[in-house]
């Protein structure tokens, strides 16, 4: 069986094929994708997953209004095209974008079944990753329906600082406020103004443009979530 050098000099990629007992990698190849390049479109035909080596990447849906609905970033680990390939489903459901240079396996989804279909490892961890899947989609997309827009705005400010803080404590937002605005579907407008009521109330604070908080500002967002429920 010939193996790609390729596939056994990279370490993460090594660890992914023993899972797999380096079956069909003669059916695998590593592909790059520059910024803004489209990995897959919503309502294209499904055919193929890949496996994001490295980079980030975006997740969204485009509606006929033309507002993009950021659902997710996405990074090493994630498997594009899983639910389809794992729910026979004929088109992908989402847009995926490279939103930095990034690299990924990519593979026919008839390999992603074989895989799933004799190696217990491998099930598991595609499990776990559409568990993960639906549980983020599920909570994210219900915030931004049941609640006011300013108040998802403070939501996906607390997510953002969860997500991303360190160990001193402190997140400066590299997001900017289209962004905002794309992944909490709400308009650029509302995002400046629930921006502006954050900060009259002292509950964050902006450095350099960017938005900067600290545990004491975390602390008073989820208090503020939760007084306006």
Same mark, same amino acid.
């Given at each position: ?17 023993? !899972? ?8 695998? !190849? =590593?592909?790059?994708?520059?910024? !803004? ?6 309502? +294209? ?8 080596? *490295? ?7 485009q509606f006929i209004n033309g507002k993009n609905y950021v659902l997710e970033d996405i /990074?090493?680990?994630?498997?594009? @095209? ?7 489903? $004929?088109?992908?459901? *989402?847009?995926?974008e490279a939103a930095t240079e990034a690299k990924g396996l990519v593979f026919p989804h008839?390999?992603?079944? *074989? ?21 983020? &989609?599920?909570?994210?997309? @219900?915030?931004?329906?049941? +609640? /006011? &827009? @300013? ?6 400010? %607390? %997510? ?5 803080? $360190? ?9 900017? %406020? ?5 992944? &909490? ?13 954050? =900060? ?6 902006? %450095?350099? $443009?960017?938005?900067?908080?600290? !545990?004491?500002?975390? *602390? ?10």
């Open positions: 069986m010939y193996i790609d050098p390729l596939f056994l000099e990279d370490e993460y990629l090594n660890y992914f094929f023993k !899972k797999v007992d380096y079956a069909h990698t003669d059916k695998c !190849k =590593i592909t790059a994708y520059a910024p !803004k390049e489209l990995l897959a479109i919503r309502g +294209f035909k499904a055919e193929k997953c890949i496996l994001v080596l *490295s980079g980030k990447l975006r997740v969204y849906n /990074s090493q680990g994630a498997v594009i @095209g899983e639910m389809e390939a794992a729910g026979k489903w $004929g088109e992908y459901t *989402s847009t995926v008839e390999v992603y079944i *074989s895989w799933l279909t004799n190696s217990h490892e491998f099930a598991v961890d595609a499990a776990m990753r559409l568990g993960r899947m639906m549980c983020n &989609s599920s909570s994210f997309k @219900g915030e931004n329906l049941v +609640f /006011s &827009s @300013g108040l998802s705005i403070a939501m996906l400010l %607390r %997510r953002y600082y969860v997500e991303n803080v $360190g160990k001193g404590g402190n997140v400066i937002v590299n997001e900017t %406020r289209n962004q905002l605005s794309e992944k &909490s579907g709400t308009s650029l407008r509302t995002v400046n103004r629930s921006i502006k009521t954050l =900060i009259n109330l002292g509950i964050i604070t902006i %450095r350099k $443009g960017k938005i900067f908080m600290d !545990k004491d500002s975390f *602390s008073k967002l989820v208090d503020y979530i939760s007084e306006n429920m």
